[in-house]
């Protein structure tokens, strides 16, 4: 069993910044391709960003590219998701996600663990 838990969200203006964090337990953190999700009201779930386990390959939907920034610690099994310039567009929960197969990381179905997500809002 995996868990993974968020922190870091919060209320922003419009071009403000955020880091989020996920911590993850339970099993070695290093084998996992580590994504980032978000999913606002009224909308499906949808990827923000991915980061394979070495950290060399990175992915992200077309909505963000430019703007966030995914990166991961392993010794400290943590994965971040820098967000610069934030649009109201970008409020959502962000939910951290963790799948030990390699399957495609755009894909929710490819995610085995889940997190509880973190609330980000961002006012015009």
């Known amino acids: 069993q995996v868990q ?5 969200g919060g209320l922003v203006q419009a071009g403000d910044s955020l880091r989020l964090s996920c911590v993850a337990s339970g099993r070695t953190f290093s084998s996992f391709i580590m994504g980032w999700f978000r999913q606002a ?7 923000v960003a991915a980061i394979t ?8 939907a077309d909505a963000v ?8 610690d392993n010794a400290k099994n943590t994965v971040y998701l820098r967000m610069n310039s934030l649009k109201p567009e970008d409020t959502a929960v ?10 495609w990381p755009g894909e929710l179905e ?8 973190t609330q980000v809002t961002v006012s015009s």
């Open 94 to 103: 962000y939910y951290c996600a963790a799948q030990l197969s390699s399957k």
């Open 41 to 47: 009201p009224g909308k499906e779930r949808e990827f």
């Open 65 to 72: 590219k430019g703007r966030f920034t995914i990166s991961r």
């Open 53 to 60: 386990w070495s950290g060399r390959s990175t992915y992200y």
């Open 110 to 117: 490819s995610y085995d663990y889940w997190g509880q997500g």
């Open 4 to 8: 993974l838990v968020e922190s870091g």
